[in-house]
């Protein structure tokens, strides 16, 4: 089963999708026109960041200078949501914690508002074993934090952060090779509204060579 059509499977109204085609590779007319929707940003055709309606239509907001994969759109009915995927092309770790800030300054004024989630895969976090989050991870959570935001997944589970038990990516597909690198952040005030955070498994995304990457999945009422 294709990776959308396993999503669509799962219940997911919006997807963030990294290392993904720009153009929708959804057929015409397999989806419905209030749902046929597909906002992404990159520069390689087969390889960007995009967010995909599925059962939701998502509207591109208005590009603003946060990097090159990095994709904003509206929603019918919920939060504005904010894809990133830190790909930069200076590949040091303390890179990709960077692009990560200049993506959510680039919005700060809709994330402060408490009127945006952000989503995708941020390239930094913790490897599972070590259970500690770098200095650069750090300091890209001290900027969502102070936006208002928080980690889905910690704020859920009460892991402290830094001490994630859940890999959402597996190093050269390697079970023995957990990180926790994919996020959700949502506006602290509205965890009350939080039913529920879900990640993939090893066996039904990357032993069947979906992915390298789990799917992070939250249930939030808004």
């Known amino acids: 089963m294709p990776k959308l059509e396993r999503l669509a499977a799962l219940g997911v109204d919006v997807a963030v999708l990294c290392e993904s085609p720009l153009l ?5 007319g ?3 026109d209030d749902q046929a ?13 995009a967010i995909a309606g599925l059962t939701t239509k998502v509207t591109g907001l208005d590009a603003r200078s946060a990097g090159r994969w990095t994709v904003a759109a509206a929603t019918s009915g919920g939060p504005a949501v904010l894809g990133v995927w830190s790909a930069p092309s200076d590949a040091g770790a303390a890179a990709y914690s960077a692009q ?3 993506s959510l300054d680039a919005y700060a004024d809709l994330l402060t508002a408490g009127e945006m989630i952000v989503a995708g895969d941020f390239n930094i976090g913790q490897h599972i074993p070590a259970r500690e989050a770098r200095d ?13 935001l928080v980690s889905a997944y910690h704020a859920f589970t009460g892991e402290p952060f830094g001490s994630a038990t859940t890999a959402t990516y597996y190093h050269r597909r390697k079970q023995d090779q957990p990180f926790h690198i994919d996020y959700v952040l949502v506006p602290a005030d509205r965890l009350s509204s939080l039913r529920g955070v879900d990640i993939g498994t090893y066996d039904d995304w990357v032993a ?14 808004w």
Do not use: F, N, Q, Y
């Open 24 to 28: 929708d590779p959804r057929a015409p």
């Open 30 to 32: 397999t989806v419905p």
């Open 37 to 49: 929707s597909w906002v992404s940003a990159g520069e390689l055709p087969k390889k960007g960041v």
């Open 100 to 102: 990560v800030v200049r």
């Open 136 to 148: 650069w991870t750090l300091k890209a959570r001290a900027r969502w934090e102070s936006l208002g």
């Open 208 to 221: 069947s060579r979906r992915s390298d990457h789990v799917p992070v999945i939250i249930d939030l009422d």
